[in-house]
């Protein structure tokens, strides 16, 4: 059983920055990969940004594709995604999740693939 804590999140201006942080619980040595979604209020959750958790991969929704960056930190265990030049449609809870075991590329952007999921962190970004 993974679990997973986020945090960072919080209230900015459009154009500001953010960067949310995920710590994940021993053991991580059956996590394949790591993701980031969100969810703003009224909407489905979507895919935000993926890393495998040997660093080979990163993945990227179109919309935050040169905005944001996804990292991880193997010897923290904590996976970050750091948001610059933030938007409001930017607003949403942010949720970390975890998946074990190998899963193909095209399939990170679908939280059905995950098994484990933080809390979730509010950002909100201001116009």
């Known amino acids: 059983q993974v679990q997973l804590v986020e945090s960072g999140g919080g209230l900015v201006q459009a154009g500001g920055s953010l960067r949310l942080s995920c710590a994940a619980s021993?053991?991580?040595?059956?996590?394949?990969?790591m993701g980031w979604f969100r969810q703003a209020a009224g909407k489905a959750r979507e895919f935000v940004a993926a890393?495998?958790?040997?660093?080979?991969?990163?993945y990227y929704a179109d919309t935050v594709k040169s905005r944001f960056t996804i990292t991880r930190d193997s010897a923290k265990s904590t996976v970050y995604l750091q948001m610059n030049s933030l938007k409001p449609e930017d607003t949403a809870v942010y949720y970390c999740?975890?998946?074990?075991?190998?899963?193909?590329?095209?399939?990170?952007?679908?939280?059905?693939?995950?098994?484990?999921w933080g809390q979730g962190t509010q950002v909100t970004v201001s116009s």
């Open positions: 021993r053991p991580t040595f059956s996590i394949y990969a």
């Open positions: 890393i495998t958790w040997s660093g080979d991969s990163t």
């Open positions: 999740a975890a998946r074990p075991g190998w899963m193909a590329a095209n399939s990170v952007t679908f939280y059905s693939n995950y098994n484990y």
